[in-house]
């Protein structure tokens, strides 16, 4: 989904698409939209490499967004991956999905903002609980039959596996991001002592967004009450 004004550039101007379409959604929506926006985690960033199950990306895209993720990149070099839209149930409006053509591309994107990179290997020394929750962390998933190529492998900081106890070793895609997003969301929310990690401008724009995104028609109604404040373009 596009608008033209998610996000908003600057924060000034979010802060006037809230005002504009607030009292469209009314009080109750509104709010449920805040605390959705509040609770966004920005430092928890999923790759998905090659994936090729449409259900098994459908699956996984819906576990970011329930735990709180808010960006998704796929790697492909064969075009953009679909997903099961039955199995996300709309989710995917409530993410920042991007697509990325290389591992090296996406890698290199992610750590020019800090990120640390972090490749899910059935079997690395380092467990999942081990890891800094308080860096921003972007979690590489390979695709069902072949994990992650060596390039991915490569291009992260840090392998870490997630421990099992029975025979079974390793887990689909969904499972394995599931259960990631989930154990390192907790952990990040605990490190930081609170549910977001937005702060000031970014939750302003990610909140003008969301608005954005639940009202048909959005631009126009900022475009009138621009005007009727007298605020130009």
């Not at 605390?35 to 790759?47: D, N």
């Not at 997003?181 to 970014?202: F, Q």
Request: charged share 25%; net charge neutral.
């Amino acid at each position: 989904m596009r608008i033209k004004i998610d996000p908003p550039v600057e924060a000034a101007e979010a802060a006037l698409v809230v005002e504009a379409l607030r009292p469209v959604l009314g009080e109750e929506r509104a709010d449920k939209l805040d605390r959705v926006a509040a609770a966004r985690l920005a430092g928890l960033v999923v790759i998905l490499e090659n994936l090729h199950d449409v259900h098994n990306g459908g699956a996984a895209l819906r576990s970011c967004e329930g735990v709180g993720v808010l960006e998704v990149r796929w790697v492909s070099g064969e075009g953009r991956p679909r997903f099961s839209e039955r199995v996300t149930q709309g989710c995917e409006k409530w993410l920042t999905i991007a697509h990325d053509f290389s591992i090296d591309t996406a890698a290199a994107d992610l750590k020019a903002r800090g990120f640390k990179l972090y490749a899910a290997v059935p079997g690395a020394s380092l467990t999942l609980e081990e890891l800094d929750a308080t860096t921003p962390a972007a979690f590489l998933i390979g695709n069902e039959h072949a994990g992650l190529t060596k390039a991915a492998r490569a291009a992260c900081d840090v392998e870490f596996a997630i421990p099992l106890a029975g025979f079974s070793q390793s887990m689909n895609l969904s499972v394995a991001t599931a259960l990631t997003v989930y154990t390192h969301a907790r952990r990040r929310r605990e490190a930081l002592g609170r549910t977001g990690d937005l702060d000031g401008d970014e939750l302003m724009k990610l909140r003008a967004s969301y608005y954005a995104r639940d009202i048909r028609g959005a631009e126009a109604i900022v475009a009138r009450h621009r005007a009727a404040l007298g605020i130009s373009r």
